[in-house]
């Protein structure tokens, strides 16, 4: 194990609804063979009915019972699963121990698909909804670490799709033609590797957003928010 490879916090994967840890079945390797050690958890319940800010106090704890105090992390959430871990960065103490932070394809500003179920987290993921509202109106807290935001213009989860646009940190577009394949195409997989590398250091006001488009197609369909 080389210097740069033994000095890479540990990463935390975080899932969307209606899926387990498992969904990440070709992430962890990817990550895994290039150096990190990766860890998941399994949200429960994972149906949209329990609350997003409760599902992010079993982050917490999970965070709490494996890792010691002073170990920095580096968080990955996918669809739902990038809400949850908003909320436990932005209000469970997260800001003060995760170094880098990645959401894939998830719902910022809401969905209008959380309008087909009537789960207390769904109602959450609608667009203006108030727990949305909460997490946006300070939002600019995440400028202290290293914020990266993908997603995919043709997702039919994420309606419209641009709700996963953040107003900072830095943004890559994966073309990806469905919500799933976001976390199992090769071009998302290298971007979250070279997220997950980049030298921790603050993120300037006016930095701009860094935009990487691709155009070769993923094998595997996953559609979950």
Known sequence: MNKQTSQRNPVLLVHGIFDTGRVFERMVPYLTQKGWVVYDLDL?????????????????????????????????GFSMGGIVSRYYVQRLGGINRIQRFVTISAPHHGTWIAYSHQGAG??????????????????????????????TPYDLMIVPANSSQMPLGREVIIPALVHGWMITDIRCLTAVAEALAEPVKQISEDRQFEHTLHSRKSPRSNDNI
């Open 44 to 76: 429960i319940p994972n149906n949209g009915h329990e609350s997003l800010d409760k599902l992010a106090h079993q982050v917490a704890n999970y965070i709490e019972c494996n890792f010691p105090p002073e170990q920095p992390l580096d968080l990955v």
């Open 122 to 151: 769904c109602v959450q993921m609608r667009p203006d909804s108030a727990f949305l509202e909460d997490l946006n109106r300070d939002v600019l807290m995440l400028k202290q670490l290293n914020f990266t935001s993908m997603w």
